[in-house]
């Protein structure tokens, strides 16, 4: 089954902005949305946002969401220390019927 | 609070079989849909199979399809993934998640090996 694209890694400076870009089709986060999740090593996941930035209580506002077409996007403000994660999103797809998930951004804070 | 706890994962022998749990709390379970995904080691997440909240509609991935069997009790607030004909490369975490994988759990995990 196919996943969603997002690139390898990320790299920015501390208080720098970083954006995370997610790539898939018509048949999931074009119709479907994305959601975006965070993994800091060693750790779970973390629900962070659906791609039309509702994020739960406890979510950072520096962790902002958005989707235009096929594409979603997860910007990352004020980098901190703590930021740095695997960041993953995923989404229903329905010519499958399957969630798929991309295969995570790994975002450095220098 | 909202929270997931899985268990019964172990070490097991290639083509053997093993049941995990996922043990639901602080929602109203009855009305969620669910999901199993894991983690290889060192790799990314790979969603394994899907529930709905009356068991009506169930989904597999292809690489566990006639394999694993998904399933659940709402008067348990559990949901079950039974695993047989294991091999090697089901070795991973495996989380169970809400919905739109929007709670997660702590993960369990199996490895498969002699």
């Known amino acids: 089954q196919a996943g969603l694209t997002q690139p390898p890694s990320v790299s920015k400076g501390l208080r720098q902005t970083a954006t995370l870009t997610c790539t898939g089709n018509?048949?999931?986060?074009?119709?479907?949305?994305a959601v975006w999740l965070q993994q800091p090593r060693g750790l779970p996941p973390r629900f962070l946002s659906y791609s039309n930035n509702n994020r739960p209580s406890g979510i950072s506002e520096r962790f902002s969401a958005s989707r235009s077409g096929n594409t979603a996007s997860l910007t990352i403000t004020g980098l901190q220390p703590e930021d740095e994660a695997d960041y993953y999103c995923?989404?229903?797809?329905?010519?499958?019927?399957?969630?798929?998930f991309g295969g995570g951004t790994k975002l450095t804070v220098l | 609070d909202v929270q997931l706890v899985e268990s019964g994962g172990r070490l097991v022998q290639p083509g053997g079989s093993l049941r995990l749990s996922c043990a639901a709390s602080g929602f109203n379970f009855n009305v969620y849909s669910m999901n199993w995904v894991r983690q290889a080691p060192g790799k990314g997440l790979e969603w394994v199979s899907y529930i709905s909240s009356s068991s009506s509609k169930i989904y597999y991935a292809d690489s566990v399809k006639g394999r694993f069997t998904i399933s659940r009790d709402n008067a348990k607030n559990s949901v079950y993934l039974q695993m047989n004909s294991l091999r090697a490369e089901d070795t991973a975490v495996y989380y169970c998640?809400?919905?739109?994988?929007?709670?997660w759990g702590q993960g369990t995990t199996v490895t498969v090996s002699s």
């Open positions: 998640a809400r919905a739109d994988v929007d709670v």
């Open positions: 018509s048949s999931n986060v074009g119709n479907h949305g």
């Open positions: 995923s989404a229903w797809d329905s010519s499958l019927s399957a969630r798929i």
